[in-house]
Each structure stands twice: as C-alpha cells, then as structure tokens.
C-alpha cells in the first residue's frame, strides 16, 4: 500500500531534520534560521517585482507566495514558524496555515514583519540563511559557506516526498506542450502560443518556474529565446518549446521540438530523439554524468554524419569542437526546487567538480546516485554566430553547406525529459506524464 501524503511528507521533514543537523554539528553553529524572503520594489516605483522564495525555506515547506516569513530550527527541538499574515485590504492575505506540515511546526502567527524577531532564538550560533536585504535587526542572514556546501550537495538526492512533486509538476506541464503544438499546427503566433500554454496548465507568466522558451522557425536557434512575437510568420515551419510548470515550489523543465511536414527536418527531430532516449536509458547509478555529456557529442555527431550535414568521423568531431558548433550547451542538469538545481559541479565541500575540457557549460558533474533528478537535454541548432566560425576554420569544408542553409530555416531540435536515477531501470518522469495524459 503506498505511503499516505502526511507520512511522505513527515519522512521528508525528518530527512532534512537530519541533514541539517550534521550540517550545523560539522560546522559548529547551534540553530538554522531562514528567512522566506521580502516582497521587493522596481526602482522608483510602488510596484512588486513577483515574489520567489527562498529554496532553503521551501525546502522544509510548501509555502510559496509567502513573503516575511521565518522558520527557526534548533536540533532535538520542534521547529518554529513565524508565519506572516497582515490584516491587509490592499491585498489578499494568506490563508490559516493548513496541509500535512501545520502539526510538525510551532506556528506563531505574525502581523507585522518586524515581530519575528521576538520568535527567533537569540542565544548561541545561528546560521542564518537568505538574502541580504530580508533580514531583520540582529538577525542578518549570514550565508556560512560550509553549512550551504553541505545543504546543496545534499539536496541532490530527492526524498519520495519531493519525487511526488515533481511527477506532479510533469503532468501540469504536458497539458501545455500539448496544447502549444496544436496551437503550432493551427498558425498561432508566438504570443499566442504561450498563452495556450498557460490556459492549459493553469499558469500565470509570474508564477511559471522560469521564461517560456517560444521558438517559431529561426528563432529556436537561440537556445534562451525571451521574446513571444505577437505576430504570426508566414509559414511554420518548426516550433521549439522549452516550457515547465510548478507544485509546491518544485520545477518542471519539459523541451520539445515539432516540424510541419518538412522531410529533412523531420528526419532530424527523429535522429535526436533516438539518441536522447538512448541517453535518458543511461541515467544509471555510478555513470559519470561528463561520460554522458561526451557520450552525447558522439552521439550526436554520428547524427550529423548520418545526415549529410558533416563529412567527419564522430570523434574528430568531438575533439576539434566541430560538434560544439551545433551543440553548444550541455546535457543537461540537476532539477528541483530551481530549475537548474545547485551543486550539480561541486562536492559537499563546495570544491569544484571539473567539467571537460572545452565544455565550459556543463552544469552537471557529479556521478549519477539514486534519487537524483536530472534532465537530458541535446540538441542540434544551426546559429548563425558559431556557424560563421566553422566556415572559416580549417574544417569548414567538411560541412555540408547546402543541407545546412536548408536546415537553417527550421532553427534547430532539442528534446528535454527529465529523469530520476534509481537503483535500477530509470524514471523518465516526462515520458510517464506523456504517456499518462497525451
């Protein structure tokens, strides 16, 4: 019988518990104080930027649109909850405190923010974890390195509590690549697509986990592309959606590439997902995840020689940079309460994992352990800056230069799942949401 959400939530509680215990035994501090963090300003102006919290703070709890507010820990003691709620017509205040986690806390309910100083400890060492401008007097936040090395690297390893999450978070998501490749197919524009997107995943643009990544044709060569054209283009000829959603503050990070009849192109799409399923099947307990990334490159380079788009062995291509030119970014990265989760190249020392030579953007290095979430991202894009290189270096004449102007008008392919190392077969979280809700 699966587990009730109160005990995986209790497990998980405990499971930080303990982390942070030996975090601050190691380090010698005696409490872990974290602030949610502030509501802040635009400059010169009496409007909000959108609230984030603190991943520290959401860490222990699933409060995400709560500004001021604190949670102090002391090991062997309950932890407390100053929990911020104003008597505030200018806005809706938050609610009761209500959900699995209320009974594991000492909630003291705040009206003003100034009052937490009087339910934080005040006596021994505190590490105190947030963002300089959310403190309060005699309560800055302090960041000890040694405490957030330990946290981060820690926070790799996802507790059952945390996996549910982000299952939850696949399947808000689908129902938007679903909806933004219909919109695709029915001549949307940019715009258009995005809010389909949203409509169907009950997003708002402030409370997505990062930018939605819009791509029509040539624009999905830009592999962080920010803007949403409101106009339509004459033909569609390609979409790439890099798009994700959020439950309890745990992040999705779905891709997808889709052509419109084009046979080449489609021909490409095809090969790169070959290869990503391929590599999602070698998220395995024990692989270095830089032996997956360079596995990629040769991968991807026999995509390119297969494809007439490169006359060079696979390996060559890899070792002069050639395959760099189409696929410049890295194969992915950790994945949870932010999108590119932290430590993915450090220890639990905060010493530095080294990427590959001539890998500069790798943010996954570490060895692949069971309960880690990664994502598995290649992709081949024809952009004009890194394609101009190649063509004057001494491997210019080993392109096909004509399959590449063809290929060129359709942008590029990246396919992104996420998956889950067990100790067994792998999770592929995106494929299971796919399949469950397509």
Avoid at 220 to 228: C, E, P, S, V
């Amino acid at each position: 019988m699966a587990a009730s959400a109160s005990t995986v939530y209790s497990d998980h509680l405990a499971t930080i518990k303990a982390r942070t215990d030996l975090a601050l035994q190691k380090c010698g501090f005696d409490h872990m104080i974290i602030t949610s963090g502030i509501a802040k300003y635009r400059f010169l102006d009496d409007m909000h930027y959108p609230f984030k919290a603190n991943p520290h703070f959401l860490h222990w709890l699933p409060l995400t649109q709560h500004p001021y507010s604190w949670i102090a820990y002391t090991p062997g003691k309950k932890p407390v909850l100053a929990y911020y709620q104003p008597d505030d017509y200018w806005h809706v205040p938050p609610t009761a405190p209500e959900g699995d986690w209320v009974e594991h806390f000492d909630i003291r309910i705040l009206s003003e923010p100034a009052d937490a100083v009087h339910h934080l400890p005040s006596t021994g060492r505190s590490a105190i974890i947030g963002e300089d401008d959310s403190g309060l007097p005699g309560f800055a936040p302090n960041n000890p390195e040694s405490v957030l090395n330990a946290l981060h690297f820690q926070r790799a390893y996802k507790t059952p509590y945390e996996l549910s999450r982000q299952r939850l978070a696949q399947r808000r998501a689908v129902p938007g690549h679903l909806a933004a490749r219909a919109g695709f197919l029915a001549g949307q524009s940019e715009a258009q697509i995005h809010a389909a997107y949203l409509a169907a995943t009950g997003h708002t643009d402030p409370d997505l986990p990062y930018n939605n990544i819009i791509g029509l044709n040539e624009n999905g060569a830009t592999l962080h592309y920010q803007y949403k054209n409101t106009q339509a283009p004459a033909q569609h000829r390609a979409l790439l959606i890099d798009a994700g959603a959020e439950v309890d503050g745990y992040a999705s990070d779905i891709t997808r590439t889709w052509g419109n009849g084009d046979a080449h192109f489609q021909a490409l799409i095809d090969a790169v997902e070959r290869e990503q399923l391929a590599l999602c099947a070698n998220v395995r307990a024990g692989t270095d995840y830089r032996d997956l990334h360079l596995d990629c490159h040769l991968r991807l380079g026999r995509v390119l020689k297969a494809l007439d788009i490169v006359d060079m062995d696979p390996g060559a291509m890899l070792e002069t940079g050639v395959t760099s030119t189409f696929f410049p970014h890295g194969l992915g990265h950790p994945i949870g309460l932010q999108v590119h989760d932290i430590a993915g190249y450090t220890d639990e020392n905060g010493q530095l994992i080294p990427r590959p030579a001539g890998h500069p953007f790798l943010r996954m290095t570490r060895t692949l352990a069971p309960g880690m979430v990664v994502t598995i991202e290649p992709g081949l894009y024809f952009i004009p800056t890194l394609l101009a290189k190649l063509k004057e270096s001494q491997h210019g004449h080993a392109v096909n230069w004509k399959n590449v102007e063809h290929l060129a008008k359709f942008g590029g392919v990246r396919i992104e799942d996420e998956v889950h190392c067990t100790d067994g077969a792998p999770e592929n979280l995106t494929r299971d949401a796919f399949a469950e809700l397509s």
